[in-house]
């Protein structure tokens, strides 16, 4: 199955640009940034890698992040991974990013996107592997401040596809960006958000997200099964699932297998993903072999997780149909 999963045509749509810096472009970015690094090798920032629930890794990936300074730097960063993600046969992504991480520290929006943006393009031209930008605000932070990175968005409308929420989602329930969110659907970002695996709300969070944010599909949102009425909205409303096994199982303790069987059987649109794979260990192909072995999915279940994310990208129907002819001849031959 392992060789299957290899040359399946794959797509990503829960992955945060940050969360792929590995730490041998972490040693590099510090060295030409001048940056002094607590760690003395590539291997000492491995073990430092060490958490067992959502804040505790936040705190180390918001510490990672402080090499990424100018835009060749970010530029490496999504370079770095849309190749490893070209290698596993990720036909499409779409990549999430963190502006306000950015900006809190001094590093200004026009170098983070513009540095991303290039490499985007560069990927498509050298490699033949499409991806979009979704723009996500911090949760842990004012609505005002993801107002006003929203506001300082509009000039770079055309490179960003959408708008997500994520950071710690302890007492920061998806109503608190309701206006901001308002404000992003009337500029024309489609809308998602992170609903994180068992948390205080969550399935109180799902509901908000999907009723009274009106976003167009759901980051995580696995607890969504402990409602039936929840899981009935997500079906009534096609929304689509963006979940990520490997990171489950770090900060929670299951990779939540069962549940994802669920939804498949269930016919809701569940789809598999990598999430922070330089800090969970695992890219998007890395995920399926895991969920592969956990569940023992048949080659039509991954075909199914792939049809999934396909269908519930954030493209033009003509070219989603495009990657599911790809999809459908693989599965054929």
């Known amino acids: 199955m392992t060789d299957f999963i290899g040359g399946l045509p794959k797509c990503e749509l829960h992955l945060h640009i940050e969360g792929t810096l590995e730490p041998e472009l972490k040693f590099e970015l510090a060295g030409r940034n001048g940056i002094d690094l607590p760690y003395a090798s590539v291997e000492e920032i491995r073990a430092a890698y060490s958490f067992d629930d959502l804040p505790s890794f936040l705190k180390i990936y918001y510490e990672g992040m402080d090499v990424l300074r100018t835009e060749p ?21 779409e990549i999430f990013f963190d502006p306000q991480a950015h900006t809190s520290r001094g590093v200004p929006f026009d170098i983070v996107i513009r540095g991303l943006r290039r490499a985007l393009i560069d990927a498509e031209n050298q490699l033949g592997i499409r991806a979009q930008l979704i723009m996500c605000f911090l949760r842990d932070f004012q609505a005002e401040y993801a107002m006003a990175t929203l506001l300082e968005s509009l000039p770079y409308r055309e490179w960003i596809v959408g708008v997500g929420l994520d950071s710690d989602e302890k007492g920061n329930p998806p109503v608190k960006f309701k206006a901001v969110y308002e404000r992003a659907r009337q500029e024309g970002y489609l809308l998602t958000m992170h ?6 709300n969550s399935t109180e969070h799902i509901r908000q997200a999907i009723e009274e944010i009106g976003v167009n599909r759901v980051d995580h949102g696995v607890n969504a099964l402990e409602d039936p009425s929840l899981v009935e909205a997500i079906r009534e409303r096609g929304l689509g699932l963006t979940v990520c096994p490997i990171s489950n199982g770090y900060v929670t303790d299951s990779m939540k297998a069962d549940a994802i069987r669920r939804m498949l059987d269930l016919g809701l649109r569940v789809t598999v993903n990598s999430d922070d794979p330089a800090y969970f260990a695992g890219y998007v192909q890395e995920n399926l ?45």
């Not at 991974?81 to 499409?92: D, E, I, M, T």
Request: with cysteine; glycine share 2%.
């Open 289 to 333: 072999v895991a969920l592969a072995d956990a569940l023992d999915l048949s080659r039509e279940d991954l075909v199914q997780l792939e049809r999934n994310a396909f269908e519930i990208t954030w493209l033009p129907r003509h070219l989603k149909d495009a990657y599911l002819a790809e999809l459908d001849a693989y599965a054929a031959g």
């Open 195 to 200: 609903c994180d695996v068992d948390q205080e």
């Open 73 to 93: 730097d970010f530029y490496d960063l999504a370079m770095a991974y849309l190749r490893k993600a070209a290698s596993q046969n990720v036909r499409y992504a």
